[in-house]
């Protein structure tokens, strides 16, 4: 037994042996170097904030372009902080993941954060950054696709790239309208600003939201954020697609930015509890509320759905809103929960309407949501509901 005893304790030496073996080699064991450079990023983050350039250069590699310092020139920050989260090293070279919090002032209540990944040099027993880029798998923040320009309107902040100041100032003046608009419909208790960044292109709409740019080819516009954010959350961003939207009418253009910043008014009462029917719907319904076209107008494929004989038998399900499915289906679906909105605005009353949204989002989950809160806000139950919206389609597209 006592030899057993004394074997077992040679083994685990051998192991702790190993152990410190192994953090010789630098990986397991905490490396001074990566608090060092923390300070270092903590100085290139003060320097961004006080647009010191001297000071900003003075943490790059030599012969490093100041890409990043430069593209950020015009964009209002109140805050901007690195936390180094990996630290990855080789003699005198280093990559560090890092967290990148920042604000935009006057419009982010609390810090966006971005995943980073940074590479490092040592020279002269200092380090410097040679690349500062987006993880892998991150999206890309406007300022990696080029230097910004921004435009300020009454209620907005309009930020782009490869963009005129006086194409800016047209989303701008888009925005500034969508605002009150969607003020008057849903009510104040959001932050009544827009923040819209313009890309060059698709394929920099893509990057800023981390996606293939095969799925936003046709989409003019999308709003970022997560859905039931609470109020301290950062502004959301409505990202436009310069090349789907540019082909747009002015009535169109108009009824895209009031379609989004309905999408950032709501999105505190948009939880996981709320169906894409509803909240795609009311977006749409906020959009052409007052537009005076009929509808067949705004709903022309399912116009032509409904007048062949193809009602649909149900409310559109979250799939059918998949970017990368069929048109003519995508476009129903949208056109499908627009109706299913006017149909309770009409029937029960816009107050109603906003009350039912604000009553499914309210729930924990999806399942009961909606039943619970026809029952509860239009007294009617989603079979008796879902018939009046078929009997809707008919009257209004047949």
């Known amino acids: 037994m006592a030899g057993r005893r004394h074997a077992s304790r040679a083994g685990l030496t051998l192991v702790l042996l190993l152990a410190v073996l192994v953090g010789c080699g630098g990986s ?32 790059e590699q030599t012969g490093t372009p100041l890409t990043e310092f430069g593209n950020l020139r015009e964009v209002p920050l109140a ?18 993941d890092a967290e990148l919090s920042y604000r935009v002032d006057g419009y982010d209540k609390a810090p966006v954060t971005s995943a980073r990944t ?7 027993g200092k380090w410097y950054v040679a690349s500062d880029k987006p993880a892998k798998d991150a ?31 047209a989303y701008a003046d888009l925005a500034d309208r969508a605002v009150p608009a969607v003020s ?34 046709g989409i003019a516009a999308v709003t970022t954020g997560e859905a039931g954010a609470s109020a301290k959350a950062p502004a959301d961003r409505i990202i436009i697609n310069p090349d789907a939207y540019g082909v747009l009418g002015d009535f ?31 977006a749409d319904w906020v959009g052409y509320l007052g537009s005076g076209r009929t509808a067949a107008q705004i709903a022309p494929e399912l116009e032509r759905a409904v007048t062949d004989g193809h009602v649909p038998a149900a409310l559109p399900d979250d799939e059918d809103f998949g970017f ?23 029937r029960w009353g816009e107050v109603r309407l906003n009350d039912f949204y604000r009553a499914v989002g309210g729930h924990d989950k999806r399942a ?25 389609l008919r009257a209004q597209l047949g």
């Open 28 to 59: 397991a064991v905490p490396d001074a170097a990566a608090a060092e450079v923390q300070r270092v990023l903590d100085r290139r983050a003060a320097a961004v904030l006080d647009r010191d350039e001297p000071a900003y250069r003075a943490t």
């Open 79 to 96: 805050a901007w902080s690195y936390r180094v989260t990996g630290f990855h090293r080789s003699g005198d070279r280093a990559t560090a």
């Open 118 to 124: 940074l590479s490092l040099t040592r020279t002269g």
């Open 139 to 169: 999206s890309e923040q406007l300022w990696d696709q080029g230097a910004v320009t921004v435009v300020r309107g009454e209620h907005s902040l309009v930020m782009g790239v490869g963009q005129s100041d006086e194409r800016l100032r």
């Open 184 to 217: 008057q419909a849903w009510g104040t208790d959001w932050s009544g600003h827009d923040v819209v960044l313009v890309p060059r292109s698709v394929e920099g709409m893509a990057g800023l939201l981390g996606a293939p740019a095969s799925g936003y080819q």
């Open 252 to 282: 169109g253009k108009q009824v895209v930015l009031t379609h989004e910043t309905t999408h950032v008014a709501t999105r505190a009462h948009t939880t996981a509890a709320t169906p894409l029917w509803l909240s795609e719907g009311y």
């Open 324 to 346: 990368t499915g069929d048109a003519a289906q995508l476009a129903q679906a949208y056109e499908g929960g627009w109706l299913a909105c006017r149909l309770i605005a009409d």
């Open 368 to 392: 009961g949501a909606v039943q619970d809160a026809l029952r509860d806000v239009l007294d009617t139950t989603p079979e008796k509901f879902t018939e009046q919206w078929r009997e809707y």
